[in-house]
């Protein structure tokens, strides 16, 4: 069965300090993985996506993700936070060849002036 | 370019009754897929449509129903409305056949169930 967990709920970093938000999945096929960003009362939009090609990927806003079958994980990263990051951040996982969209649970990041 | 376009944004309904949530995709796109967020977590896949069809459905109950258009344009129907069915629901729409699968999200239509 495919799933996906984010490890942690809430993320506190103070303005200009690096980002990590955790994410791990379980896969039977190679899947497509994604990054979601939904700022309030906002669509989610999409920030980057892994589809089998380089393992580290870059997104939008500065954000990267490293995918690391080995340790089925697919973290988040920014070197250095911005207030307008405070958001809500979603993993999603897609099995190959599958239709079914999984989401993780969230990650709420909160960013200090 | 329109991207996804969900209606209403906001609906508030009774127990017992039903309600009718309209989407329609990015241009190009001819697969749409909607969600339930409820307040606080991440989106449940509820179902897929393609070619008209419903494709894949996730654990929801036959009340959730769907449709397709030849447009493309797809409605979400709820039947016997629960106080547990309050929550946003979103559309995705996407083109069939691409590699990385990627979905373009709406806005949401908040339903409220009283």
């Known amino acids: 069965a495919q799933s996906v967990t984010q490890l942690d709920s809430h993320v506190s970093v103070s303005e200009g300090t690096p980002v990590l938000l955790r994410c791990n999945y379980s896969?039977?096929?190679?899947?497509?993985l994604f990054w979601y960003v939904q700022h309030p009362n906002k669509g989610l939009q999409l920030l980057l996506k892994?589809?089998?090609?380089?393992?580290l990927v870059k997104g939008i806003n500065g954000f990267e993700a490293e995918f690391k079958k080995s340790e089925t994980s697919f973290h988040l990263t920014k070197p250095s936070a911005h207030m307008s990051d405070a958001a809500e951040y979603f993993c999603?996982?897609?099995?190959?060849?599958?239709?079914?969209?999984?989401f993780g649970a969230g990650t709420r990041l909160f960013v200090k002036a | 370019d329109a991207g996804v376009t969900q209606s209403p944004t906001h609906l508030i309904k009774t127990r017992g009754q039903q309600v009718t949530l309209r989407c329609s995709p990015k241009?190009?796109?001819?697969?749409v897929s909607w969600y339930q967020q409820a307040l606080g977590q991440g989106p449940q896949f509820i179902f897929q449509?393609?070619?008209?069809?419903?494709?894949q459905r996730g654990n929801f109950p036959d009340r959730f129903s769907g449709h397709q258009f030849p447009n493309y344009s797809s409605e979400l129907n709820v039947n016997a409305l629960l106080l547990g069915d309050s929550a946003l629901y979103l559309c995705?729409?996407?083109?069939?056949?691409?590699?990385?699968?990627?979905?373009?999200f709406g806005p949401g239509t908040r339903l409220t169930v009283l």
């Open positions: 241009s190009g796109h001819d697969t």
């Open positions: 892994y589809t089998s090609a380089a393992t």
């Open positions: 896969s039977s096929y190679s899947p497509s």
């Open positions: 449509y393609y070619e008209e069809e419903e494709r």
């Open positions: 995705a729409s996407s083109l069939d056949g691409l590699m990385d699968n990627e979905q373009f």
């Open positions: 999603v996982v897609i099995p190959r060849g599958g239709f079914k969209t999984i």
